[in-house]
């Protein structure tokens, strides 16, 4: 199917969608190098709809940074549209365009839900309260350790806040958490790993105090497979 581009001078035709990303001047200054380099290669992808405002507005999906950019050089904006049915669509769009660009991360996801969808505001509003990645706050909230499955539901719009000792949880691991500066990613996984698994069956007290005695021995264990055995047995005490 052959691609309608239309042009506009009118940089006020298009309005802000409220769940798309913050312009990073950073990245307006790489497309305008690029533009007088080599012209403009893609379009601006543009969408008119009255799902988020009430009445008919024609949003930038995909492109803001590039009609930023035009809009800098004094330039012709060439855009395409596409028809959307809702939020959930039109996020799931921005997301797929997004990727093929300038690519989206989980809290761009959350972000953008979060005007849609009352659970992703919990999401975020523990990811900043206790300031934990957001995955580590997703996995917790659905009481699962599946880092695939969690990813999945936060890109797909169906995250759902299941577990109902979410926040207490959430505020026991930071405190955990707080604790493993210098300490690698993935063991810091392994930790929410067997904290999930071992919670109601051993006490925050003694975790920390596990932890305050074996925090020196875990950050010398180079094998992350023996530092994960490790921080089973002696800190959450999970027989194998």
Not at 97 to 123: G, M, P, Q, T
């Amino acid at each position: 199917m052959k691609l309608s581009i239309k042009h506009t001078d009118s940089y006020k035709k298009f309005s802000i969608l409220p769940m798309n990303r913050e312009i990073r001047s950073k990245h307006v200054e790489e497309l305008v190098d690029s533009i007088r380099n080599m012209g403009i290669i893609r379009p601006v992808v543009a969408c008119q709809t009255n799902v988020i405002e009430g009445e008919d507005k024609l949003y930038i999906v995909d492109g803001q940074h590039l009609a930023t950019a035009l809009e800098r050089e004094g330039m012709s904006i060439p855009y395409t549209t596409i028809k959307v049915e809702d939020e959930q669509e039109l996020i799931h769009k921005m997301g797929k365009l997004n990727n093929s660009s300038k690519s989206w991360v989980l809290i761009d996801y959350v972000n953008a839900y979060k005007f849609c969808n009352n659970e992703y505001r919990k999401l975020l509003k523990f990811k900043n309260l206790y300031n934990l990645e957001i995955m580590m706050v997703a996995t917790i909230c659905r009481n699962e350790y599946s880092i695939a499955s969690s990813s999945q539901a936060i890109k797909g719009g169906s995250f759902e806040v299941s577990n109902p000792k979410a926040e207490v949880m959430c505020k026991d691991f930071s405190d955990i958490f707080l604790k493993l500066t210098n300490v690698d990613r993935s063991v810091k996984f392994s930790f929410l790993n067997a904290f999930i698994q071992s919670y109601d069956k051993i006490t925050q007290d003694e975790v920390i105090n596990n932890l305050d005695k074996n925090l020196k021995k875990i950050k010398l264990i180079a094998n992350l497979e023996d530092a994960k055995n490790f921080i089973r047995s002696k800190v959450f005490k999970i027989k194998s």
